[in-house]
Structure formats: C-alpha cells, structure tokens
C-alpha cells in the first residue's frame, strides 16, 4: 500500500457509522451482512446504509458479491492489513520489538 491507497482508507473509516460497519465486518469474517442486516443493526435509512458501504468499497475496505437479488458484504482483510502494515512500516525506526514496551 502506498500514501495513494492509504489516504482514501482512512478517510472512509473517519467517520463513526463507516468504521462502525467495517469493524462489525471484520468481526462476521468471510460470511459478511447483507444490506438489510446492516440496516437493522445499524439503525439507517437504506440511502445513508448505501452512501457508507458505497464509501468503503471505494476505499477498498469491502467488497460486495452479487447472490440472487441481493449484495453480500465482506471486509476486504487484504486491504486492511495492508493498511495496518503501512501504518506501522517504520515504527521505532524498524524495530518493532520496541513499538509495545513493557
């Protein structure tokens, strides 16, 4: 990952209904929500629900896959790490043995 991907990344989670729904996508894994599982959990409107996971999948975060009629949604956990490892890249000047202290 590079500044290019990084920066739209954060952007989609610095709002607290988008890292809401992205970290509850992380915790469901591969299985993912449905919108209207979302909906339900979230407490949207159905227009706010589609504005947020429109955002996230920009920035790479999830990824939707057609079944049937409806869009499943997962988190994209490539993309995140790769989020987490630019982030972290050049902690205590490489040495991450020092980032956790004590």
């Known amino acids: 990952m ?17 890292l809401a729904i992205f ?6 894994g591969p299985e993912g929500a449905f919108p209207g ?4 959990k979230f407490e949207l409107p159905a227009a706010t629900l589609s504005f947020h996971l429109k955002n996230l999948a920009h ?5 939707g896959e057609q079944q049937g009629r409806y869009i499943r949604y997962r988190a994209n ?10 982030l972290t890249q050049h ?5 991450r043995s020092k980032c956790f202290g004590k």
């Open 2 to 18: 590079d500044i290019k991907q990084a920066v739209p990344a954060l952007g989609a989670l610095a709002h607290a209904s988008r």
């Open 23 to 28: 970290r509850h996508l992380v915790e469901l």
């Open 37 to 40: 599982e979302l909906i339900e």
């Open 59 to 63: 920035a790479g975060l999830i990824e």
């Open 77 to 86: 956990f490539q993309q995140m790490q790769g989020l987490v490892d630019y």
């Open 91 to 95: 902690c205590c000047g490489g040495d």
